[in-house]
């Protein structure tokens, strides 16, 4: 039996494949997925992210999230994502979302998980934020936190903030702020994991299942990175599931990390200290990645999946 947990998301091409991993990995026993605005809008993430689960037999429930940040509105991000937050891959609409709120359903499985829950974030950390400042004891529930979010350096959403956390970086500090064991997936560990039309080509050959066509049709129509070198696009939020089920391929270091709340250009931006130099909250900071056992993994798992 895996690890209890729980995926809040905003799909999103690279959520989608994520949560296809998940599914392929019997090391997590995913109890709930949670949804949020983000990529798109929730009438367009909440229905993906059921799509998504439809391709596979039984999959866990599928809850709707907050539709805005904390404070403000989301900056939906079409130019990768497409229009319908998909990649405009058609896929059959799958199970129907619960009525049950995501901050609910949160709240729900850690306090009712027999033990500490892996608790993974793909998008801006709206539903996870609204959870525990509720019921903040909740975070002596979560065994680990692993947040896709941030960056030491340069921004994808401004020069200054990756994309979550530019969303809601308000909630993102709540996050930290919480005292759950913290793993920070950023962009530099991300940009380690470059889709790039080899391996794609690869990870297609992998198996005839339709779940990994549709993971390789929705990763086929994201544009190549420019930040990247314009050779491939980034496997964000497959990066923070592998963390989950192979931390081996990684390597981490102790680091302190706080948001910047400011009105200005630099909103959003995470200071992470890696040279203790400073303040903020403790997280473990996800540096450096096998890529090759990163992609060995992503498609031996999604050829699992029907
Ligand atoms: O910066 C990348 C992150 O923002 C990923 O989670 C992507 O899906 C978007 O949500
Ligand atoms: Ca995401």
């Not at 297609?204 to 070198?229: F, K, Y």
């Not at 130099?277 to 450096?288: C, F, H, I, S």
């Amino acid at each position: 039996m895996g690890s209890p947990t729980l995926i809040d998301c905003d799909p999103g091409t690279d959520d989608a494949l994520a949560l296809l991993l998940a599914f392929g990995s019997p090391e997590l026993d995913l109890r709930a997925i949670t949804v949020v605005g983000g990529n798109l809008g929730l009438d367009r993430t909440l229905p993906n992210a059921c799509a998504v689960a439809g391709l596979i037999a039984a999959p866990p429930a599928v809850h709707p999230g907050a539709d805005r940040p904390l404070l403000g509105a989301f900056t939906p991000e079409p130019r990768v994502h497409g229009a319908d937050g998909l990649g405009g891959v058609r896929l059959s609409a799958g199970p129907a979302p619960r009525a049950e709120l995501a901050a609910d359903a949160i709240r729900g499985h850690l306090r009712a998980s027999p033990t500490p829950m892996t608790v993974i974030g793909l998008g801006p950390a709206t539903n996870l934020a609204l959870a525990l400042a509720t019921e903040p004891a909740l975070a002596a529930r979560i065994g680990t936190l692993i947040l896709m979010t941030g960056a030491w350096g340069e921004g994808n959403a401004t020069p200054a903030a990756e994309f979550n956390a530019f969303n809601d970086p308000e909630a993102l500090a709540i996050l930290l702020a919480a005292g759950a064991p913290t793993v920070l997936v950023g962009l530099e560990l991300t940009a380690q994991a470059l889709a790039t039309p080899a391996r794609l080509a690869s990870l297609r050959a992998r198996g005839t299942g339709q779940a990994l066509a549709a993971a390789c049709d929705i990763q086929a129509s994201v544009p190549a990175s420019a930040r990247l070198g314009g050779v491939g696009a980034a496997l964000h939020d497959p990066c923070a599931v592998a963390y989950a089920i192979r931390p081996d391929l990684f390597t981490t270091r102790a680091a302190r990390v706080t948001v910047d709340l400011g009105p200005g250009p630099s909103r959003g931006r995470t200071v992470i200290d890696r040279w203790g130099r400073g303040g903020g909250a403790p997280v473990t900071l996800a540096e450096t990645l096998d890529a090759d056992g990163f992609f060995a993994l992503l498609g031996e798992r999604l050829a699992r999946l029907p």
